[in-house]
């Protein structure tokens, strides 16, 4: 017999009962209720003890706790440290820029440089043809026409539309292209020109590198060099 008809037996005779035959039950019922609350008034949790299971639950949970908080220590002290050495990089980068005043102007010098090949990398947009305007004005207005046609078969009616199309309705797409072709070749004039601006500003930032490398080494030769040895007879206690 499973635990489920057990139960079910137990309710059946249960309600089977008349209130005689429940009386002696539900006197226990209130019996226990009363112990319990009696019980309950008196109990402050001190003589709780835990069984063996739920010691060792009770363990593992404090150890999985103790192994989180080491953990977040840890991670915080990562932390610190990683941003100990950034703020220490940022102070000997300012240091050496504003006790230098050579590095200024090399900085400078280069960051001009990486910003106009930055600039001369940016492609240029290709000129668009006549039939390409015309595609991208009638485009939505195909598709709205017929919802169920496919990319190919809007395509082939943008064609067909195109070699239908008289000389002069087709005029303001030619002319659009005209327009981009002029503004193609003038972007690549002025990316070819910002190139060779970058060329040059590379070539200066170099040569002040080179500059203040030099102008420093004499400096850098007398603070390496050996001191000579002080002389007694100018010792202030004579």
Same mark, same amino acid.
């Given at each position: 017999m499973t635990q489920t008809v057990i139960v079910r037996t137990i309710g059946e005779r249960w309600r089977s009962l008349d209130e005689a035959g429940k009386a002696e039950y539900k006197r226990r019922q209130e019996a226990d209720k009363l112990r319990y609350e009696?019980?309950?008034?008196?109990?402050?949790?001190?003589?709780?003890?835990?069984?063996?299971?739920?010691?060792?639950?009770?363990?593992?949970?404090?150890?999985?706790?103790?192994?989180?908080?080491?953990?977040?220590?840890?991670?915080?002290r990562e932390a610190e440290k990683v941003r100990f050495i950034s703020l220490l990089s940022a102070a000997r980068s300012l240091a050496q820029e504003y006790c230098c005043p050579w590095r200024q102007? $090399?900085? !400078? &010098? @280069?960051?001009?440089?990486k910003a106009l090949a930055r600039l001369a990398a940016r492609p240029v947009k290709r000129a668009k043809s006549s039939f390409s305007f015309f595609s991208a004005a009638v485009g939505a207005k195909l598709q709205e026409e017929n919802p169920d046609a496919s990319s190919a078969a809007i395509t082939k009616l943008k064609n067909k539309q195109w070699k239908q199309m008289p000389d002069?309705?087709?005029?303001?797409?030619?002319?659009a292209e005209a327009a981009?072709?002029?503004?193609?070749?003038?972007? $690549?004039? !002025? &990316? @070819?020109?910002?190139?060779?601006?970058?060329?040059?500003?590379?070539?200066?930032?170099e040569a002040a590198a080179e500059a203040a490398a030099e102008a420093a080494a004499p400096?850098?030769?007398?603070?390496?060099?050996?001191?000579?040895?002080?002389d007694p007879t100018c010792s202030d206690s004579t």
């Open positions: 009696q019980e309950l008034l008196t109990w402050s949790g001190d003589d709780l003890e835990l069984t063996g299971a739920d010691s060792a639950t009770a363990a593992d949970h404090s150890k999985a706790l103790k192994n989180e908080e080491r953990e977040e220590k840890k991670r915080k102007a $090399v900085k !400078a &010098k @280069e960051r001009e440089a002069e309705e087709k005029l303001p797409y030619v002319e981009d072709k002029q503004r193609y070749a003038a972007e $690549v004039a !002025a &990316k @070819e020109a910002t190139r060779q601006q970058a060329a040059e500003a590379e070539q200066a930032a400096a850098s030769a007398a603070a390496a060099a050996p001191q000579p040895p002080a």
